[in-house]
Every structure is written in C-alpha cells, then in structure tokens.
C-alpha cells in the first residue's frame, strides 16, 4: 500500500502550467446508489471524471445530467453515442472540441467506443479519452492499438486517456499502453493499488496514462481521502475510482 501524503490541489501555476485531477471511474450503468456515487467524486473535487459504463438506453442522457450537477460537474462527451464512455468535466476546463467514437464490432461481443475530447486549463492544452475495453482477449489487443491512434490523432502535445482496462498490468494490452503512455500509479503511487472489486480488493484493471511530458504528482484508489469513505466505495458501483493529480505544461 502506498503511503497518503496530501494529494495537490488543483490550480494554474505562474509559468502558465496547471495541476489538475483526474478521476475515471466505472459507474455500472448507476444501477447502484447514485448518492454515494456523487458524493465520492464530489470528494475527488476532480476537474475531469472518465467514465465507463455510462447510462446507454432510457433517458440516459438525463441520468448523466442528474450525475454530473450533484457532483459539481458538467456534461462533457460520451455515453450512449460512444457505446459506454462518458466525460465529465468541472466549469474550471474550456472545452475546445470533443467527439465521440465507435470501435469496430466483433460478432458475439459487446460494442465498445471512445469519448474523446480536447480540453483547455489556463494555457495548458490537453487531450482526453475515457475507454472500456473488451473482455475478449485479441479484440482487446487491437482496441489498445486503435486507443493509441486515437490519442495521436487528437493533435495536442499532452493528453490523458483512462478506464476500465479489463486486464491487469502484467497483460499485453495493458504493457502495450504502458509502453507508450505513462501508467500514473506506476510513475507515482498514492492511495492503494487495486481497483476490483470494493468488497475485496485483489485486482488492478482500472488505470490512468499519461503522454511523457505530463507530470505525474500522484495516483491511485483515493481510500483515506477527506469525504471519501469505505461505505461509499462499496455502494455506489463494483470498481473503486482512480484518482491522479497530474501537472500539464503550457503548449
């Protein structure tokens, strides 16, 4: 277990470079309670949520609302237009543009997709990608690969992609990433490791990664952190979040 020193606050530096959090969080659809849910990532007082497992069919677009006023967030991208992945970001970000992408469909699995989007903080430009990939071992080799396309072709010198990898650090997925990318609780560990599940932690398939030039001031599953309790974490979905606080330099 890493040890809990405080965690940065976020905030925009004199050289024009911001310290921000990021939070990516596998919410199940909200099928849990949703008032614990909004309390921790309203303790995370993150200035972008990466979802996985958003609302898809009846009124979804309503239920990411409803998520993202009670937690001090607005709607950003995603959700059922991205088969899943959603983005949420605090009134700190200037959006620049943001786009939604489906993966190809394997036959028998289910639809994955990217929310993507490019986000401003002071004069720090950043990209974003919240995933969730597959269960099936070779679709998701591949879905890493089209991940790493897609954060190249959002054009910007810095970005963040994060979510539910379905797979831990020893797989070929997930070093595949984290050869390109930095993996944020490898480069500097903060909170606790494993993210599966909140009962009985014993996994890490959830993951922050950072382009190079990002520095990472600390990740991880922000157990211990002020307004973060142990009963929230168990009841408002099957993952625990992972929390980073990065700092992002200007362009």
């Known amino acids: 277990m890493a040890t809990n020193p405080p965690l940065p606050e976020p905030r925009t530096n004199p050289d024009g470079s911001a310290v921000i959090r990021v939070l990516s969080y596998n919410i199940r659809s909200m099928r849990d309670d949703n008032t614990a849910l909004a309390r921790v990532i309203t303790a995370c007082t993150p200035d972008l949520v990466l979802i996985q497992e ?6 979804w677009r309503k239920k990411l609302a409803r998520l993202a006023a009670a937690s001090g967030q607005v709607l950003l991208s995603g959700g059922a237009t991205a088969a899943g992945p ?8 200037t ?3 943001t786009e939604d992408v489906l993966l190809p469909l394997t036959p028998g699995q289910h639809r994955r997709g990217f929310a993507t ?3 401003r903080f002071g004069e720090a430009r950043l990209g974003v990608l919240s995933c969730h990939l597959s269960l099936h071992r070779e679709e998701r080799y591949e879905q890493s690969g089209l991940l790493l396309d897609r954060l190249a072709a959002l054009d910007v010198p810095h970005a963040v992609a994060g ?3 379905n797979e831990r650090p020893d ?10 990318l930095q993996d944020c609780w490898t480069t500097a560990p903060w909170g606790t490791e494993y993210t599966s599940t909140p ?3 014993h996994q890490r398939i959830d993951a922050i990664l950072a382009t190079p030039g990002i520095e990472v001031l600390g990740c991880g599953v922000p157990v211990g952190l002020p307004g973060v309790t142990e009963t929230d974490l168990r009841a408002a979905t099957d993952h625990l979040p992972v929390l980073a606080a990065l700092r992002v330099p200007t362009a």
């Open 54 to 59: 958003a609302p898809r069919f009846f009124r």
């Open 86 to 93: 959603a983005l949420l970001c605090s009134l700190r970000a």
């Open 95 to 97: 959006v620049e543009r």
């Open 117 to 119: 989007a490019v986000v």
């Open 163 to 165: 979510g539910d990898l």
């Open 171 to 180: 797989g070929r997925s997930f070093r595949r990433l984290a050869t390109g």
């Open 199 to 201: 009962t009985d932690p």
